[in-house]
């Protein structure tokens, strides 16, 4: 055989065997991808849901037990006597000593209850300094048959770590999840370290669900709403099915009384994003007193009676205070409670 014959044999067996390698290999390689997983796309979970009221290991002492509170008085409920667009209390009346007073709420969706079942909560705000009538609010809260207490802000004075220390010792006891937003005076320097160790609160905002209420937290605690916070909202709100929408934050954007003790920036946008949204209720503080009214069909409701010095100027509805908040079907009714 000729060497020329010979070295054109092994040339085609050398593309032989180099197209087999690669027929092989290409097997080999598509059994491996074959017997991979497929990606899994993970479900989206961008809001936090808060939890239960969680105290740090470095808990103080507690301060001495308050004697232990005597029975539970019937409440008197005083009858509102103005239309849905004022407030929907009227002026306050000190109440006899040993009894609570009850203003229930004008305004309530109109869908009749389906059931006797229903979802009640409560509401406060504007606390700080006053941890003796801040504990006289928690027991109320935890008798008065509520599933949890959103705290509309001001927990403290300063948002040092000796007045979060402080805010621990009223809080001892007191075994219903808490859900707050921040306010101003939670902020030291404005940063909300110290808010987020000791509050409970699961971020600066987040939302959760509650039987056919959605509630969205939000953070005005730099004395507005910022773009940033409203982009958040209405995301959040934008998501939910649930038929009720409710928004808690700090600062109320007006004020039913006629005061300029509102938000600093923000306001006219955030009005506008409820609307949009189709919230049912707003809730906020930062106005030590209780004033609520209307506005383009969403209900503002203000609630900062939880410990702090009141504000008797300007605001005729002043009184310590907490809201008990009842959702029967979508049926909605707030009461102030005098404590």
Request: glycine share 8%; proline share 9%; charged share 15%.
């Amino acid at each position: 055989m000729s060497k020329r014959k010979t070295q054109k044999q092994n040339r085609g067996q050398i593309i032989y065997l180099t197209l087999g390698l690669i027929v092989a290999l290409s097997m080999v390689v598509s059994l491996i991808i074959g017997s991979l997983p497929e990606p899994v796309t993970p479900t989206p979970t961008p809001f936090p849901t808060s939890t239960s009221f969680i105290r740090p290991t470095d808990t103080p002492t507690p301060s001495p037990s308050p004697a232990p509170m005597g029975p539970v008085l019937p409440t008197a409920t005083v009858t509102p006597t103005i239309t849905p667009t004022l407030s929907a209390v009227p002026a306050a009346v000190a109440p006899a000593a040993g009894t609570s007073t009850t203003a229930a709420s004008a305004f309530a969706h109109d869908t009749p209850a389906a059931d006797d079942s229903a979802l009640v909560f409560a509401v406060c705000g504007d606390s700080r300094g006053n941890p003796d009538q801040y504990r006289k609010v928690l027991q109320a809260v935890m008798a008065d048959g509520s599933e949890f207490l959103i705290h509309t802000g001001d927990l403290v004075n300063e948002g040092t770590e000796a007045e979060w220390q402080a805010f621990l010792a009223p809080m001892v006891g007191f075994t219903l999840p808490f859900y707050p937003v921040p306010g101003n005076h939670d902020g030291l320097d404005g940063k909300l370290d110290g808010y987020l160790k000791y509050s409970g609160a699961a971020a600066a905002h987040y939302s959760f669900d509650r039987d056919l209420v959605h509630i969205a937290l939000a953070d005005s605690h730099g004395g507005g709403v910022t773009a940033g916070e409203l982009a958040w909202l209405r995301d959040d709100l934008s998501t939910t099915k649930q038929p009720v929408k409710i928004v808690f934050l700090h600062h109320p954007p007006f004020d039913p009384d006629g005061t300029d003790h509102i938000m600093a920036f923000g306001s006219e946008p955030f009005m506008e994003l409820m609307v949009e949204q189709g919230v049912d209720y707003v809730f906020a503080g930062h106005i030590h007193a209780f004033a609520q009214a209307e506005r383009d069909g969403v209900v503002y409701t203000i609630t900062g009676g939880g410990g702090a010095a009141l504000y008797s100027t300007g605001h005729p509805q002043v009184f310590y205070h907490y809201l008990r908040v009842t959702v029967r079907s979508e049926q909605v009714t707030i009461e102030a409670i005098k404590v």
